[in-house]
């Protein structure tokens, strides 16, 4: 092993940091293989996580390393536990040790680093942790504009319509100390009408679940008008009423003929303050110390967005709670639900709460249970949807 002291460490992670700014996403992996070269590492390899977290794909790496890496699945390997459990993972053969360690961005999971030496001593595991965290602020930083990253991690071409979806739609999961929110969605590849939306705002978590008519690009761009009708209020100081006007009459304006459900959310972090409009979609549930509180936050909906003038002068009504610290919100559009097996049965609401609640009893954080989840619901129907399908989960953990 290359004898590397704290300085030329240093200065090794300050010039892979100074040519993370020019180097091209497909050129990362053999940039970061030389750095690894210079620590004594034998082999390492960024391995990302696909659009609908089945597979782990590999980054390009260096190629004079050899044959090109295959993909690996994400459920039953050591690679793909450390992504799903957010931490390390080693295995040792041939008298080398190899280790996995998750890349994440914030909370976002964005896939893992996988490093073979002949000897790990706590300061070299040290050391690529700091690669994995030098690799994953590059890797994110680049995606929003490379379409080879894009690529990278798709099985097969996006929809029109899924790909403005995707477009509009935040990290997959954000959180603090105090609060987390994921959310997944499916079809990936085919989304229509479904999106969603999460912020953090002056000590306030932002959640919204939108289910547009239809499942085509005027589907999904009725979704788009949506989000940005309710970002552009919300940033503008507007309260949880006036962020509902504002999409109502966005929708009404410029897809009139498109009618959307959704669920708009204000979670005050310090207090747990909970308020949110329901327009006509399934109402929110509440889960809490293992188990779903019956009809806790079942309230009258209002009328679906988008009807025009006419309606536009009809109160919202904003409802509220209060939650206790651990807490789970679960929020998600019908096609959840009314998904059907070939048998005839829908997944339904008993099943999606039950399955949400045993994953928490098991202590999966929120993105796992929703990973999995929607694995299960893509099960039933043996990968094919009928409709898109959209959870959002969001958890209050201030003592966490």
Request: charged share 25%; with cysteine; aromatic share 4%.
């Amino acid at each position: 092993m290359v004898a590397v002291d704290d300085t030329g460490f240093g200065t090794l992670l300050s010039g892979l940091l100074q040519r993370s700014h020019e180097v091209a996403p497909e050129d990362w992996g053999g940039t970061l293989a030389r750095a690894a070269h210079e620590l004594g590492l034998d082999d390492i390899a960024v391995l990302l996580a696909d659009v609908q977290q089945s597979r782990l794909v590999p980054l390009p790496g260096d190629p004079a390393s050899g044959a090109p890496r295959r993909p690996v699945a994400i459920d039953g390997t050591p690679a793909g536990a450390a992504y799903r459990t957010v931490s390390l993972r080693l295995s040792e053969r041939d008298n080398r040790i190899t280790m996995w360690l998750p890349l994440v961005d914030g909370v976002e999971r964005v896939g893992v680093l996988e490093v073979t030496a002949h000897r790990i001593d706590p300061e070299l595991l040290s050391r690529c942790r700091a690669l994995a965290d030098v690799t994953t602020l590059t890797i994110v930083s680049k995606t929003g504009f490379s379409d080879d990253m894009l690529r990278l991690v798709r099985s097969r071409p996006m929809s029109a319509a899924a790909e403005l979806v995707w477009a509009f739609l935040p990290p997959r999961t954000l959180g603090t100390a105090e609060v987390t929110s994921s959310a997944v969605l499916e079809p990936a590849y085919e989304i229509g009408g479904d999106a969603f939306d999460h912020s953090l705002q002056d000590g306030c978590l932002h959640l919204a679940v939108v289910d547009a008519m239809g499942h085509d690009l005027a589907s999904g761009l009725a979704a788009a008008v949506v989000l940005a009708a309710c970002r552009a209020a919300r940033r503008g100081g507007a309260d949880l009423a006036e962020v509902v006007r504002t999409v109502d009459e966005a929708l009404a304006e410029w897809i009139p003929d498109r009618l959307a459900t959704a669920v708009f959310a204000d979670l005050d972090v310090r207090n747990g303050q909970l308020d949110w409009a329901n327009c006509g979609h399934p109402p929110p549930r509440l889960i809490r110390a293992r188990h779903v509180v019956p009809g806790a936050l079942d309230r009258g909906a209002d009328l679906p967005l988008g009807l025009g003038a006419e309606y536009s002068g009809e109160p919202r009504s904003v409802h509220s709670a209060r939650l206790e610290p651990g807490d789970r919100i679960l929020i998600h559009t019908d096609g959840v639900t009314e998904s059907r097996a070939e048998g005839g049965d829908e997944f339904g609401e008993r099943r999606l709460t039950e399955y949400v609640v045993h994953a928490t009893a098991l202590g999966d954080p929120a993105p796992e249970v929703l990973r999995r989840l929607v694995n299960a619901i893509l099960a039933q129907r043996h990968g094919r949807l009928d409709d898109d399908a959209t959870i959002l989960l969001a958890e209050w953990h201030p003592a966490r």
